[in-house]
């Protein structure tokens, strides 16, 4: 198994917050089905003030790539991220069009 941690920026308002939040309530099954699709066993997503940290567990042969062509060629999962952009703005120094951003692990209490 495989640990990625990501983050994200949401617009700064209180109230395209709690929308994204209650969207993240209630993500259609077709979503669900999707992550769980590509590889990725499990999936948390933290918020603090309007930063956003996702960690991901995957299986060993996961590919950030593969995911990219599976949700490329998948109808809902695009409908679901223009919709998610409404909330969403890049992290500073971020690629052009890149929403989450991979972080580098700098400490392992255990390793």
């Known amino acids: 198994m495989k640990r990625y941690a990501l983050a994200l920026d949401l617009v700064d308002l209180p109230e395209l917050i709690a929308e994204y939040e209650a969207y ?4 259609w099954p077709e979503i669900k089905k999707s992550i ?3 590889g990725i066993i499990n999936m948390e997503i933290y918020r ?3 930063r956003l940290f996702m960690i991901m567990e995957t299986e060993d ?3 950030f790539d593969q995911k990219a062509a599976m949700d490329e060629s998948n109808e809902k999962v ?3 991220e223009q919709l998610m952009w409404k909330f969403q703005q ?3 120094g971020s690629k052009p069009g890149e929403k989450w951003v ?3 692990n700098i400490f392992e209490l255990n390793a």
């Open 61 to 63: 042969g996961f590919s």
């Open 36 to 38: 769980l699709d590509s």
């Open 24 to 27: 993240h309530q209630k993500v």
């Open 78 to 80: 695009q409908e679901w």
């Open 102 to 104: 991979l972080m580098d």
């Open 90 to 92: 890049a992290l500073p």
């Open 48 to 50: 603090t003030g309007n």
